[in-house]
């Protein structure tokens, strides 16, 4: 029976009423692990939920879900899930764990951790369950705040460098929320938090910001429709500023306008001043939106002078609506041209532009 199938099991027929719990798909979401590691926690080491409704259906609490994030927390620094285990239990119970769940996991443990079904057992009967729900100590290991709860998912899974379940929870946020959504309340918070904890660290969280951001790039690539087609005098230009390599929020807005059947024309990072007037003179775009993460790279002068290009026949001359975007133009507004300070607001004011 494959993944999605049990999922669908979990949620179907003898299911739990709402509101008595999670299923082991919504779990598996909600941690950023595969369906298939959550239940091989649950067989080989006891770590399932207090309580079963229709014979195999299984519905998580919230005491359920706590163990299983200080699980997730426990692997995610390297500790084996065999000891990981043994810690989280012995901490539920105030008493030592199982003494045989002390060595590290057999191999076929870990390969149904990598989401290869084998059959397990769990040994011996699991430990007393704490009667009332506690207080998960487990997180993400980044400092979130207030955010939704599938930023700690995409986190935990961009900590283990997990490609197949990030893609997954990437994918089903942009699905579930849409893009301007997901990228806004779920992927730019969770981006953020992985920075502050390599500007925080040495450093040393450099290959998880690496990870994450190259995931979300696939991510908005997978669920972009196909360029659309020119239409003379409505398409929108976007580029980085010469010396700017931050390109993903870029990359959000052009999904987001391909999205809504807007020609887009993408030339990303660091693109040196001539490419960019040739390039804005061959497309005759509506509108030029220019990014500059940093203060050291926005340049008033060249936003300024690609808002002063014209084309067209004379007599008709057009010139392209210049947006100045991203936190580089902070205090470096140049006057006369829109700066949009969120993805929703560009992309509404860049509509506004073609539809004229």
């Not at 997730?72 to 043994?86: D, K, N, S, V, Y």
């Not at 704490?130 to 290991?141: I, K, L, Q, T, W």
């Not at 775009?285 to 002078?305: K, Y």
């Not at 004011?349 to 539809?355: A, D, G, H, P, T």
Request: net charge positive.
């Amino acid at each position: 029976m494959g993944v999605h199938e049990r999922d669908s099991e979990d949620r179907g027929r003898g299911g739990a009423p709402a509101g008595v719990g999670l299923t082991t798909g919504e779990v598996a979401r909600r941690l950023g692990v595969a369906p298939t590691t959550v239940r091989t926690w649950d067989r080989r080491y006891g770590l399932g939920p207090d309580a079963h409704t229709g014979g195999r259906h299984r519905r998580w609490t919230a005491t359920d879900v706590a163990r299983l994030e200080r699980m997730c927390a426990l692997t995610a620094t390297g500790i084996p899930p065999a000891e990981a285990a043994r810690t989280v239990l012995g901490e539920a119970t105030r008493e030592p764990a199982p003494a045989g769940w002390a060595s590290p996991a057999p191999p076929e443990a870990a390969a149904e951790e990598a989401g290869e079904a084998a059959p397990g057992r769990k040994g011996t009967d699991a430990p007393p369950r704490p009667s009332a729900p506690a207080r998960s100590r487990a997180g993400s290991g980044l400092r979130l705040g207030d955010v939704r709860q599938e930023c700690k998912g995409i986190a935990r899974a961009a900590l283990r460098l997990d490609a197949a379940a990030l893609d997954e929870l990437l994918e089903t946020a942009i699905v579930e929320h849409g893009l301007v959504a997901a990228w806004t309340e779920v992927i730019m918070p969770t981006l953020q938090a992985v920075g502050r904890k390599w500007e925080s660290s040495g450093e040393k969280y450099v290959e998880v910001e690496h990870f994450l951001s190259w995931h979300v790039s696939g991510a908005l690539r997978r669920g972009a429709p196909p360029s659309a087609a020119d239409r003379p005098g409505a398409t929108v230009v976007l580029a980085c500023v010469p010396g700017e390599n931050h390109t993903l929020p870029l990359e959000v807005l052009a999904a987001a306008l391909a999205e809504r059947g807007l020609p887009v024309r993408m030339f990303g990072g660091a693109l040196p001043v001539e490419s960019l007037v040739t390039a804005v003179r061959r497309t005759g775009p509506a509108a030029v939106g220019l990014w500059a993460q940093s203060r050291t790279t926005a340049s008033r002068p060249l936003a300024q002078h690609v808002a002063a290009m014209e084309w067209g026949v004379r007599g008709a001359r057009r010139k392209p609506v210049v947006l100045t975007i991203g936190p580089g133009w902070t205090g470096r507004t140049v006057t006369g041209l829109p700066r949009p300070t969120g993805l929703a607001e560009a992309v509404a004011l860049l509509e506004s532009v073609v539809s004229r």
